[in-house]
């Protein structure tokens, strides 16, 4: 087995690639809506390897992954499997957005409302960062003399 890019192997990198050809109708929609920047300047990629698992679509940016379920996640064996691995996904640094492919089919609104607040929400400074005083190392602020 050859190790590429970021230690992904070669078999998984490729098995990626293949998925990208077979997408759902809930991922094709939702991938008509983020892909080249369209949404809200943010880019996403798909069908991306972070070994040992394989991601929906990743926002690496923010560090937020989007995954589209179908019924084959339905079953106690693969909810607890997806627990796991969005656990270690968790762990990496990521933030982990799991919705049912119906969910984007019958309301790609509101997936996509939580996709961008989770975007800004990790982009953004708290607003308790915005309302502390600059420390010592930062300068005085704006406005005062030196």
């Known amino acids: 087995m050859t190790i590429r890019k970021n230690q992904v192997p070669t078999a998984l990198r490729d098995f990626a690639k293949?998925?990208?050809s077979l997408q759902t109708r809930a991922?094709?929609?939702f991938w008509q809506q983020v892909r080249a920047g369209r949404f809200h300047g943010y880019k996403f990629k798909r069908q991306v390897p972070i070994a040992p698992y394989i991601v929906d679509f990743l926002c690496s940016a923010a560090r937020v992954?989007?995954?589209l379920d179908g019924p084959p996640h339905d079953t106690p064996e693969q909810r607890a499997h997806?627990?796991?691995r969005d656990a270690f996904l968790q762990r990496q640094g990521f933030q982990v957005l799991r919705f049912s492919n119906d969910v984007m089919l019958g309301n790609g609104n509101l997936v996509l409302d939580?996709?961008?607040a989770a975007i800004e929400s990790?982009?953004?400074p708290?607003?308790?960062l915005l309302r502390r005083p600059p420390?010592?190392?930062e300068g005085r602020g704006r406005g005062k003399p030196a």
């Open 27 to 29: 991922e094709d929609r």
């Open 65 to 67: 992954i989007v995954e």
């Open 122 to 124: 990790q982009l953004c």
């Open 18 to 20: 293949e998925q990208r």
């Open 135 to 137: 420390s010592p190392a």
């Open 82 to 84: 997806d627990r796991a």
């Open 114 to 116: 939580s996709v961008r």
């Open 126 to 128: 708290s607003p308790d």
